[in-house]
């Protein structure tokens, strides 16, 4: 039988204000329905969609509850009120099958992401002029090496280190056994960088209760500050636009010559990246020809694995494989949250003042309305490649004014994500939005910055709050129009703060495309030939 995983959304709202859905119930329909949902609301941006149903109001199972006792319930919620929200498909099929959905069968989603199992994990840490900021203690009765001092926004709590966590390796190197005067030397010897992996106290038990052996390849990656690049991409009537090949003294497939404007560029790919992996096979041991193959089979398609000069020396230091990364990211039931991409540990360079890099860090909503002069921009595309951009900004026209750049990436248009879509289907909806046009952007950096990460860019991300009414109604067996005007019930006095999972299919990290090795004629060709232009 199915599992059937919740997401848990918790709304706030400001007083005076409401959460932005109708609660409902309607004839015909089982369970309490999200509808009617305020564009740009809170329950909007949390990621509730229409059809949604609610299970659980702050901890209450009300499914089989009357419409109007939900309604008092999320009321009497104070100023936050949490649901756990089943969507339309998976609702209906789980009352197909009898499905007790008030046992949870598996753990609920948070803020978008599921509960990560117990893992060891991998920290990275690279020293600065105050040192490492942690020291090392051991634990009469216990053997090992723990972590004390952790000195709070030091080089190692950013890079993950927790108070007491057990030191398990030490740049690959097994430690468990060594003394601390052994340990000491060898962070001495280990230069200005260092990789640990360490394990708290509720992971170490319960390894231990199972018997299990903790390594590396148990470990989440997910502290690590460079990951490699999941690079997705379909192939443009000129190919994917790189050159594969190999480098005198040095081991693996590497990226030359990658095409401007072409799929690979588009997709984030750079020159001297080496290839990890082809739609999930890791390719280290693959001869040059067998690599080209394999891309060959995947048709239009392919995904690749790929890390920089700088990911790859990281992962190496940890004696780590970089498919780790990608096993994560693939068993993981969904990406990080937008609070956690931006939380990651960085790099240690010249720092940037948290609240700027949150404010780096974001799309754009623009908009903008139409003057006899039209918008004042060009909308650039791939021939044959999903994707728009951003040209040729008129100063002081309606783009500029609302925040338009050059080429910044739309994402959605009208509410409606196009990443998918063809330059053809995103011109189409421009024209039929009339003299009002609204468009979600992003900076080529900061579109790279989340799709590396697997973080789906919506308005979510915006960080902005836009109150809107919140209505809840009760729905007679009559008409809907009926319902939906004579039964409203106005959910007063409770808000909500969101933690969910987007339904919607993961933004893919671009399109990438290749030349396994030699290049095609029409490979050749400037990018300004392969892009269409219209004046919007």
């Keep these: 039988m199915a599992t059937y995983r919740p997401r848990v959304i918790s709304l706030t709202k400001r007083t005076g204000h409401t959460f932005g859905f109708y609660l409902r119930v309607e004839q015909g329909e089982e369970g309490h ?72 069968q598996s753990k609920p989603v948070v803020n978008g992401v599921a509960k ?207 498919m780790l990364f990608f096993e994560e990211m693939r068993d993981s039931c969904s990406p990080p ?8 540990p960085a790099p240690v360079r010249p720092s940037t003042p948290p609240l700027e890099t949150r404010a780096l860090l974001k799309p754009k909503l623009c908009k903008m309305e139409k003057t006899s002069a039209g918008y004042g921009f060009h909308l650039n595309g791939i021939q044959g490649i999903c994707g728009q951009y951003i040209k040729d900004v008129v100063s002081g026209g309606a783009a500029d004014r609302a925040g338009l750049e050059d080429d910044d990436i739309v994402v959605e248009v009208n509410g409606v994500n196009v990443e998918r879509s063809s330059h053809e289907e995103v011109v189409g909806i421009i024209h039929r939005s009339g003299s009002f046009l609204e468009m979600l952007v992003a900076k080529k950096s900061v579109y790279s910055h989340f799709t590396d990460k697997g973080v789906t860019i919506t308005r979510q991300l915006l960080g902005e709050t836009s109150y809107a009414q919140v209505h809840s109604a009760n729905v007679p067996e009559t008409s809907m129009e009926e319902r939906h005007e004579e039964k409203r019930h106005e959910a007063e006095g409770h808000n909500d703060e969101e933690t969910h999972e987007e339904a919607r299919p993961e933004t893919p990290t671009e399109p990438a495309r290749e030349r396994y090795g030699y290049r095609q004629a029409a490979a050749e060709k400037e990018a300004s030939d392969k892009c269409r232009t219209i004046n919007v």
Excluded at 246 to 257: A, I, L, M, S, Y
């Design 33 to 104: 329905l999200i509808r009617c949902l305020e564009m740009g609301g809170p329950a909007e941006l949390a990621g509730m969609k229409d059809g949604d149903r609610i299970l659980r109001v702050n901890g209450t199972f009300v499914d089989g509850l009357p419409h109007s006792e939900v309604v008092d319930i999320v009321r009497n919620g104070g100023a936050s009120v949490t649901f756990h929200i089943l969507d339309e498909a998976s609702y209906k099929q789980a009352k197909a099958q009898g499905v007790n959905l008030s046992d949870p």
């Design 337 to 344: 949250s937008y609070t956690e991409a931006i939380n990651l």
């Design 116 to 322: 990560h199992a117990l893992k060891p994990k991998l920290c990275y840490l690279v020293k600065s002029s105050s040192g490492y900021g942690f020291s090392l203690r051991s634990v009469k009765g216990q053997s090992g090496l723990f972590m004390a001092e952790v000195m709070p926004g030091g080089v190692a709590h950013r890079a993950g280190v927790k108070l007491d966590d057990r030191l398990l390796e030490l740049n690959g190197e097994n430690v468990e056994d060594s003394t601390h005067d052994q340990v000491v030397d060898k962070l001495k010897q280990a230069g200005s960088s260092i990789m640990f992996l360490l394990v708290d106290e509720e992971t170490d038990e319960y390894y231990k209760n199972k018997g299990i052996k903790i390594g590396a390849w148990l470990a989440t990656t997910k502290y690590l500050p460079h990951q490699p690049r999941i690079i997705e991409m379909t192939k443009g009537s000129d190919g994917y636009g790189f050159l594969l090949r190999e480098e005198p003294n040095q081991t693996g497939h590497f990226f030359k010559d990658v095409d401007r404007g072409s799929p690979a560029e588009r997709a984030g790919m750079k020159e001297m990246d080496r290839l990890v992996a082809v739609d999930g096979k890791e390719v280290d041991s693959f001869s040059h020809e067998q690599v080209v193959d394999r891309i060959k089979k995947g048709g239009s398609h392919c995904c690749l694995v790929v890390v920089d000069k700088e990911t790859e020396q990281m992962y190496k230091q940890g004696k780590v494989s970089p």
